[in-house]
């Protein structure tokens, strides 16, 4: 997913080094596995073998694997709803739904993009695309981003259907595309906007959240996301008559989009907290005896404190949760080497804080720049203000009572993520969204959008198991 790179995880120390290669500690040879979990290890290593990413993969191909096994299982066709759009045949997706026996409980829905990050096998030392596993640890693109999350999906409602498992409230599984993306097909956008009806539910659970281990493969946290930025960008550009570049003037396009660049890196948003970072600040500062753990605890009860501000912004993760950020990520200038340059520009990516929107970015950014001739054009899509979700009791109370069976004494934390993901498009219909805790990541991280990805079994067989008690706690719970 887009937000992984730097999530309020990594503000905990969960992604680490996202393009590392094998993990510094083996995790053990892995106990025999149930046969419940050979099953899902196929479903896993179906999923991860089936290339989805945007250059040559087909989501609509691992959506018809995924509704293949669901009909097998038992569930009617008309329960599962299989999408796409002439313009994007590879980039389709399904619903499939379990019915509920309660009249009065509203549905509740799994969400999971299948799409993942491209990746180069020449980089890899493994082939990305086959499901390796080595020393208890298993490598492959989508192993953690997320395609491990949409098989205990699947694997979670083929055996409730194979079961006779009858919920209370039903459950709803949406399986889409573009995720990973920006100028992609999106499947949860096209869903929020096409069909809503058929996705509504009171709460979503989606990828974003997860837990930390020491190195030694001990979990001490586990996090909930229960909100994110938005993604805005801007094209920040130059221009300027040129000439002959024998005889050279300080009036120069590439100069002038310097400077304003320059202006860019040294402005700092306003601090902002809402009540998940200051939830997150507070409960996972309690944690740590530090000055940043301390800077953590009095942030959350003053967001005037300067010094436990100036101590914070120290962290890369927490300097942006505490508010919106732009970087300049791409740069292009003139038209010729031996001539003044006519156009310079940059890509500006934003980060947005919750309730900011485009245009109070752009005016900041305007302000701070003080060159009219440095414009900033906003470049499509323009999303809708972030607004993050309820910290609902029910949804809350589920991770955290589980957890406690799982890994007692363990702290479940709400998180901002800095980034973004398909969350974003549910939320402004109405569907409060959480990305759920479960697995885990050690200090080396599991290599997400970066190489040999990866995530131990442990980690895996464990958040399932999880994530299986979590969803028939929600489901019974009206």
């Not at 730097?6 to 905990?12: H, I, P, R």
């Not at 999106?186 to 929020?192: E, K, T, V, Y």
């Not at 300097?319 to 292009?332: E, K, P, Q, W, Y």
């Not at 973004?420 to 959480?434: M, N």
Request: a neutral charge.
């Amino acid at each position: 997913m887009l937000h992984r790179v730097l999530t309020a995880v990594l503000a905990l120390g969960l992604a680490g080094n996202l393009a590392g290669g094998a993990p510094a500690l083996a995790q053990g040879t892995p106990a025999p596995l149930r046969p419940d979990q050979v099953k899902f290890r196929e479903v896993y290593k179906e999923l991860v073998e089936t290339n989805t990413s945007l250059s040559v993969g087909s989501c609509t191909a691992a959506a018809a694997k995924m509704g293949a096994r669901l009909k097998a299982a038992g569930f009617a066709d008309a329960d599962l709803v299989y999408y796409s759009t002439p313009e994007h045949p590879k980039d389709g997706g399904l619903v499939a739904i379990l019915h509920g026996s309660s009249k009065t409980a509203r549905p509740m829905l799994l969400l999971g993009h299948l799409d993942v990050v491209e990746a180069k096998r020449a980089d890899w030392v493994r082939d990305p695309f086959v499901l390796n596993e080595e020393n208890g640890v298993f490598y492959g693109r989508g192993t953690s981003d997320m395609k491990v999350i949409d098989a205990t999906w699947v694997d979670m409602l083929v055996r409730f259907k194979e079961g006779k498992f009858v919920p209370k409230r039903t459950i709803k599984l949406a399986l889409t595309c573009g995720e990973e993306t920006l100028e992609a097909f999106n499947g949860a956008s096209w869903l929020a906007t096409n069909r809503r009806a058929l996705i509504d539910a009171e709460f979503a659970l989606n990828e974003g959240g997860g837990g930390r281990a020491d190195a030694n493969g001990k979990v001490t946290t586990q996090g909930v996301q229960v909100g994110e930025k938005v993604v805005q960008q801007f094209r920040m550009e130059t221009t300027n008559p040129g000439g002959h570049s024998s005889v050279p003037i300080k009036d120069n396009a590439i100069y002038q989009l310097a400077q304003g660049l320059l202006k860019v890196r040294d402005y700092d948003f306003p601090l902002q907290l809402n009540d998940v970072t200051r939830a997150f600040f507070a409960k996972a500062g309690a944690g740590r005896d530090d000055a940043m753990g301390h800077a953590m605890v009095a942030i959350s009860k003053d967001p005037n404190d300067k010094a436990a501000e100036a101590e914070l912004n120290k962290d890369r993760g927490f300097h942006s949760m505490l508010r919106t950020t732009c970087v300049a990520t791409l740069l292009d200038g003139g038209h010729a080497e031996n001539a003044l340059p006519q156009r310079a520009g940059a890509n500006i990516n934003c980060r947005m804080f919750p309730g900011d929107t485009m245009e109070d970015t752009k005016a900041q950014l305007d302000r701070a720049i003080g060159d009219p001739g440095v414009k900033l054009i906003p470049l499509p899509p323009i999303r809708p203000k972030s607004t993050p979700a309820p910290m609902n009791p029910k949804v809350m109370g589920a991770f955290e009572s589980v957890a406690a069976k799982y890994w007692p004494g363990v702290p479940v934390i709400p998180t901002m993520s800095t980034g973004a993901s398909d969350a974003l498009y549910l939320i402004p219909v109405g569907i409060p969204t959480y990305g759920v805790p479960g697995f885990w990541s050690g200090p080396e991280g599991s290599g997400a959008h970066g190489l040999n990805e990866h995530m131990s079994a442990k980690a895996v067989y464990t958040g399932r198991d999880y994530l299986t008690d979590v969803v028939k706690q929600l489901a019974d719970t009206e």
